[in-house]
């Protein structure tokens, strides 16, 4: 009995065919020309059972779509429909924010758009305010200028903050605040899927209001007003990770450098590795380190993220530092809506300043990740750490880094 073509699985329906035609199905608010410029796929290519792959990984990794599907339909006796059956992911997100360490707090908004018009453009802005000062940013990202592999980036940010310094033991090193403006423009190209390399430069306007010096700063003097100054950067990635469910296995490496104008220099570097586990668990390994004379108030935060976590949040800057770490992370939950992991990691490091000695840290450290298949940020997470070399937990919380 004479019937519909035959909906066969990629790699049955489409190796070794021609491509007749690419069609999209289930798109609601992405442009299809946006789809195409994720695939390296064209009607006239001969499908790979690779290439099938690579479409579907291409979607994914572009956080866009929540779940696609590469079927094939023959067409004739060399040839293949390729059909796309994609599921967008929400991608415009409000993130309430709130946080207290019982003598202040902070709070405010986050507003993300990672599909600007259906076009792949990101757009973030937020306000914050608390006992701390009143800040607000934007930034806005083009992954692929008019389709190209050229991206681009723009940014700015006003506000008035309060920034505390101290040791791994929670000694102060110096309080300041700062009434600050900055804006910044970057351009990239993507040599492929996986490697990319951008460069940019930034203008920052920084002026001191008040500071006091702690007692870890021995007889260190007060940082002076830096004013207006510039800060070009420079960047190189190369990320050959592929998903495993909602994780990422694979290498990821990255070499960032960056001036300040009127003195100053650093050049970091990041090294990871991850493998899965007994199906979706996950075994990370990860290095990082940099080095560089920065001034004070110019030199890298480094506490409250991987392979840091033991140090006091976001309250540890550095002109030297190192660190590696172990991490396994556990599915505990998956289902339609998303899943989370429970992760398990050991961190060891150090770092030093122009006017603090090497500082060494070490301990072990435990959180969660919430994932949520329909939204286009990666995850959320808390975290809680140990450090051994100096005692004292240290909470830290994470947002919509792929991890």
């Not at 940082?223 to 296995?249: C, H, K, N, Q």
């Not at 000695?357 to 975290?383: E, K, N, T």
């Amino acid at each position: 009995m004479l019937g519909a073509p035959a909906v066969l699985t990629a790699a049955e329906a489409l190796t070794g065919r021609v491509i007749s035609a690419i069609t999209l199905e289930g798109l609601r608010k992405t442009r299809e020309e946006v789809v195409y410029n994720l695939i390296d796929a064209r009607p006239g290519d001969v499908v790979t059972a690779d290439l099938v792959d690579d479409i579907e990984a291409s979607l994914v990794d572009s956080d866009l779509f929540a779940e696609v599907t590469v079927t094939g339909r023959p067409v004739g006796e060399d040839t293949a429909e390729i059909v796309v059956d994609i599921d967008e992911k929400w991608t415009l997100v409000p993130i309430p924010f709130f946080s207290t360490d019982g003598s202040g707090f902070n709070g405010g908004l986050i507003l993300i758009e990672s599909n600007l018009f259906g076009r792949n453009k990101q757009l973030v802005s937020a306000a914050f305010g608390g006992t701390g000062g009143a800040r607000g940013f934007f930034a806005y990202a083009d992954p692929a200028v008019f389709e190209s592999r050229w991206t681009t980036s723009l940014s700015a940010a006003t506000g008035r903050s309060e920034e505390d310094r101290e040791l791994p033991d929670g000694t102060a090193v110096r309080t300041y605040e700062t009434e600050s403006r900055a804006a910044r423009a970057g351009l990239g190209y993507r040599f492929t899927r996986s490697l990319e390399a951008s460069a940019g430069i930034r203008v920052r306007d920084e002026r001191i209001t008040s500071q006091s010096i702690g007692a870890a700063a021995g007889d260190a003097t007060e940082i002076d007003d830096p004013g207006t100054f510039l800060e070009p950067d420079v960047s190189v990635s190369y990320d050959g990770t592929r998903a495993v469910d909602v994780l990422r296995v694979g290498p990821r490496l990255s070499l960032d450098g960056r001036t300040v104008t009127g003195g100053g220099w650093e050049v970091q570097a990041t090294a990871g590795w991850s493998a899965a586990v007994f199906g979706t668990h996950r075994l990370r390994l990860l290095a990082s380190g940099g080095f560089g004379e920065m001034p004070e108030i110019a030199e890298t935060v480094i506490s409250g993220r991987d392979g840091y976590r033991t140090l006091p949040y976001q309250a540890v800057s550095a002109d030297s530092w190192g660190s590696g770490t172990v991490i396994y992370d556990l599915p505990v939950l998956s289902d339609d809506w998303g899943a989370l992991v429970l992760s398990h990691y050991w961190e060891a490091g150090a770092y030093d300043t122009a006017i603090i000695d090497p500082q060494p840290f070490f301990g072990p450290g435990g959180g969660f990740r919430v994932y949520i298949r329909q939204v286009a940020i990666p995850a959320l997470g808390l975290d809680v750490a140990y450090n051994l070399r100096d005692g004292g937990f240290v909470f830290s919380f994470s947002l919509g880094a792929q991890m």
